[in-house]
């Protein structure tokens, strides 16, 4: 018995010395890799190395992860290739689509709004470039030119020739930076504007122009560091946003008619129009309340054309002096109303500015003329009526104080605390997890990198980020090389967009059941974190990809960042599409459950359906 004790306390001391080494050796080579002195460590430099955008040819990889480890065998299925769509649809835009608009009312634009197909109607083929359709000039050569056969559409340069909006020049469409109200040129212009409003100072970082024509304002605001949010609706001026996309500015499809923007309140420092053709001093002040509404407390609103300067222009308009006389007085009463400061009136441009606050204002009397908006949800504005009223302003404690908070000017309000952060006004967000966000979408920039190295060279001018938080993907890229456009999903569980905005950085809300608010071919890299998984169980994969194929150029660049079960079923319908697609780990290491795919659309035109 002695004997057997004795064997068995050897034995066990044995097991003991064992696992505590096997322990220790797998510890130290752990850590061994991670120092950078592992061979794991230069295979993964040697993998970066050979992925990079210059070798995207091939992009088929392993990863850790197999469709055999998902549940119920995910991804299993097969999926018949998509084909190409009939030449008729080039330029086919969903939601704006000509012969469904003319079935809906014109009081208030409405046929100009969005009115979307039901799925019966909704399109499951490709959208096909226009035949000898190239990859669009680098910025900022592409402000001045277009190649024709990109946007195959005359009617501008005709019917507004004499105002120097687009010519048509051999095989080019030539800009020179003209408007209706500038032919002189938009330098010119903005020079006007900015000896009233401090455009240069970086207190003016945000516009929006209404009714933006081919965007030149726009474009030649980009040169003081104004970031616009253009707009125009797809009526008889054919193609004005599609030209304005293709010169690498901000844009979309977009209307002033009985429904609100898709923006949050208080975003812009600056809102224009030059000669819109919006009728501001109807609807009983409608429009301009909803200007009001999405500009900053402090914000500059710009009019320019009828009726400013009718005293002059009034022959050339074609109209009596009595007419746009009482429409000036219209628009003075409903500004006065807004408590606006009208600041200038000059060479036909009239500006007003926003109050800061509601502290003084008169409409805070016992009896005001108009209501105040009355806003369960303030960033509640998609497909929702416009109202005849004032939308309040976040209460101060004196007259000099900004409602909302103080912006500081860009840049430095990139990275600076926003207001709404700052002040609680976002749930779920705090100073800290803002700056924590920044960090981590840093780091997640510089593993792009790694991969497609081409991101922050001007390749990618027009960046889309579909599911945008708050903005960090577009801080950590921001550069006058490139311009992103941040989407917040109308489904997401907080709105962030106002954030984005007091970033200096623009975007819109949108659903993605949907088709987005552009033409075909407008983006060069769509970037889309966790937006399978946010609409699983909101609309089909399918629709989504194809609105995504539709809206990138041929050539343009995708990364999709999601959990591994979404990207496989991702990957099976982008390979249909014939995207080019690549499935990597994530910057921390396989055993992470989220996954990015990098995929590139292929080149293909109608005159090579087979490509």
């Known amino acids: 018995m002695a004997r057997n004790l004795t064997e068995n306390r050897t034995r066990n001391t044995l097991i003991v010395v064992v696992v505590f080494g096997l322990c220790s050796f797998f510890y130290l080579l752990g850590a061994w890799q991670r120092s950078g002195s592992g061979g794991g460590d230069r295979i993964q430099n040697w993998v970066n190395e050979q992925t990079k955008c210059a070798q995207l040819p091939n992009l088929n ?25 009939d030449e008729q649809y080039t330029d086919y835009t969903p939601c704006e689509e000509q012969k469904r608009a003319m079935t809906f009312p014109r009081d208030n634009m409405i046929y100009r709004e969005r009115h979307c197909p039901p799925d019966k109607e909704k399109l499951y083929c490709l959208i096909p470039a226009p035949k ?28 507004k020739a004499i105002q120097n ?21 938009a330098d ?12 240069a100072e970086g207190k003016v970082r945000t516009a929006l122009d209404t ?28 193609a004005q946003v599609q030209f304005a996309l293709e010169r690498g500015v901000p844009a979309y499809i977009g209307v002033l008619g009985s429904i609100k923007l898709p923006f949050p309140s208080r975003v812009f420092d600056m809102a224009h129009c030059s000669r819109c053709l919006i009728p501001w001093s109807g609807n009983d002040g409608m ?27 009034y022959k050339g308009w074609k109209r009596t002096k009595e007419d746009l006389r009482n429409e000036q007085r219209k628009i003075e009463q409903f500004a006065e109303l807004l408590c606006w400061k009208k600041i200038s009136e000059k060479d036909g441009i009239a500006i007003w500015r926003k ?9 805070k009397q016992d009896k005001p003329k108009i209501g105040k908006c009355e806003l369960a949800n303030d960033n509640d504005v998609w497909y929702k009526k416009m109202e005849v009223c004032i939308t309040p302003l976040p209460e101060v404690n004196s007259v000099s104080e900004v409602a909302g908070g103080q912006l500081e000017p860009f840049p430095k309000r990139l990275n600076a605390g926003p207001p709404r952060i700052t002040l609680g006004s976002v749930p779920g967000f705090s100073v800290q997890s803002y ?9 997640h920039v510089e593993a792009y990198k790694k991969i497609n190295n081409l991101l922050d060279t001007g390749r990618y001018r027009n960046i889309m980020d579909m599911n945008a938080g708050l903005g960090s993907f577009a801080a950590a890229l921001e550069s006058p090389k490139l311009w992103v456009m941040n989407v917040i999903p109308t489904i997401a569980n907080t709105s962030t967009l106002g954030v984005i905005y007091e970033r200096g950085l623009i975007g819109m809300y949108h659903d993605w059941c949907e088709g987005f608010s552009t033409y075909p071919r407008t983006y060069d890299l769509i970037h889309s974190n966790a937006i399978f998984s946010l609409y699983q169980n909101k609309c089909k994969f399918e629709d989504i990809l194809l609105e995504m194929d539709r809206i990138l150029r041929p050539e343009g660049a995708v990364i999709i960042r999601d959990k591994v079960d979404a990207l496989v079923k991702v990957e099976k319908i982008a390979n249909a599409m014939r995207w080019k697609t690549r499935l990597a780990d994530h910057e921390s290491g396989p055993h992470v459950p989220e996954k990015i795919l990098f995929a590139v659309k292929r080149y293909r035109v109608v005159a090579n359906k087979s490509s």
């Open 165 to 185: 909006w687009v010519h048509y020049e051999g095989n080019l469409f030539r800009f020179p930076g003209g408007g209706t109200q500038f032919p002189q040129g």
């Open 61 to 85: 990889f392993e990863t850790h992860h197999r469709t055999s480890d998902l549940p119920n065998n995910t991804g299993s299925s097969k999926i018949k290739p998509f084909e190409p769509c």
């Open 211 to 238: 009714g933006c024509g081919v965007a030149s304002l726009g474009a030649y605001l980009l040169k003081k560091n104004v970031l616009t949010m253009s707009f125009a609706p797809r009526d008889n001026h054919e």
């Open 435 to 443: 700056e924590e966000d920044n960090k981590l979408w840093q780091k």
């Open 287 to 313: 429009y301009m309340m909803e200007v009001d509404r999405v500009l900053r407390p402090g914000g500059y609103w710009v009019l320019s054309g009828p009726p400013i300067g009718w005293k002059i222009h």
């Open 355 to 363: 109050r800061l606050n509601d502290k003084s204002c008169s409409m």
């Open 132 to 159: 000898g359709y190239v990859a669009p000039f680098r910025w900022p050569k592409s402000r001045d030119f277009v190649p024709y056969a990109n946007v195959p559409h005359k009617s501008l340069t005709v019917e």
């Open 188 to 199: 010119t212009y903005i020079d006007q504007l900015a000896s009233v409003i401090p455009i």
